[in-house]
């Protein structure tokens, strides 16, 4: 499966179509490191991502304060928000775990702050270009399902 380019969006609900048709796609491990400005679309993206996987998008809720949240769907989903944190997450947030499961995808809010580029990641960054229109860009960092 190839998908990577530029897309641009003209409203949130298009961001989430686009998120929803990536995650339709997957049938085994992805990582997803997601990258923007605050407000940009990271978590609706995620949420997009979400509901191709079979969970319920109104369920996603950008993990700020808790840093991640797991969603069982046709894969498991681990969304990771690292925007709190200074520095790259200690060994006690059990990331090179989640990281290292098969059956899950791993979505990255802030992954800039991660400190390393976990291999075969998606980068995933979103740019605003209006009010409604964002334009993301999608590059693979190796090889992923």
Do not use: C, Q
């Not at 998120?19 to 990271?42: C, H, Q, Y």
């Amino acid at each position: 499966m190839s998908i990577a380019g530029e897309f641009v969006t003209g409203s949130a609900e298009e961001t989430l179509e686009l998120g929803k048709r990536i995650g339709g796609r997957l049938n085994d491990r992805a990582v997803f490191l997601l990258s923007g400005d605050l407000g940009a679309g990271k978590t609706v993206f995620a949420k997009g991502l979400a509901e191709g996987l079979d969970i319920d998008p109104t369920d996603v809720t950008s993990p700020s304060f808790t840093l991640v949240n797991v969603y069982d769907g046709r894969l498991r989903l681990y969304h990771i928000d690292l925007y709190r944190l200074d520095e790259g997450p200690g060994p006690e947030l059990g990331i090179e775990e989640i990281l290292d499961e098969e059956r899950a995808v791993t979505v990255i809010e802030w992954a800039e702050r991660l400190g390393y580029v976990p291999d075969g990641a998606v980068e995933v960054e979103i740019f605003y270009l209006s009010d409604s229109e964002r334009k993301i860009s999608i590059r693979h960092l190796g090889e992923w399902a």
